[in-house]
């Protein structure tokens, strides 16, 4: 059985950083595309960034490019969110995501596995 599980959500102060971590177990990953969606209070899931796990091309929304960086670490078969220069506005549930059809759609329609979300939540 396939498992993302996520950590390193917390409380931070505008202006912090904060490294999120993705824990993939239940299968191989190598053809897959991993990212991070984040969900807002009332608000709609939107995509943050993307890394296919062969070969490492990243792929990341225009609102946290050069802010956030991915990054997997094969060994462990673990993706990483770092985030800096935190806003309130980046406040949100963050989501893991598995995708196996050959890049991350931004839509999340082909998100075969999520992970259970971690909270972000940055004070100003």
């Known amino acids: 059985q396939v498992h993302l599980v996520e950590s390193g959500g917390g409380l931070v102060q505008a202006g912090g950083s904060l490294r999120l971590s993705c824990a993939a177990t239940?299968?191989?990953?190598?053809?897959?595309?991993m990212g991070w969606f984040r969900q807002a209070q009332g608000q709609e899931r939107e995509f943050v960034a993307a890394i296919k796990w062969s070969g490492g091309s990243t792929d990341y929304a225009d609102s946290v490019k050069g802010l956030f960086t991915i990054s997997r670490d094969n060994a462990k078969i673990t993706v990483y969110l770092q985030m800096n220069s935190l806003k309130p506005e980046d406040t949100a549930v963050y989501y893991c995501a598995a995708d196996g059809m050959g890049g991350m759609r931004r839509s999340g329609s082909g998100v075969d596995y999520w992970g259970q979300g971690t909270q972000v939540t940055v004070s100003s």
């Open positions: 239940g299968r191989t990953f190598g053809d897959y595309t």
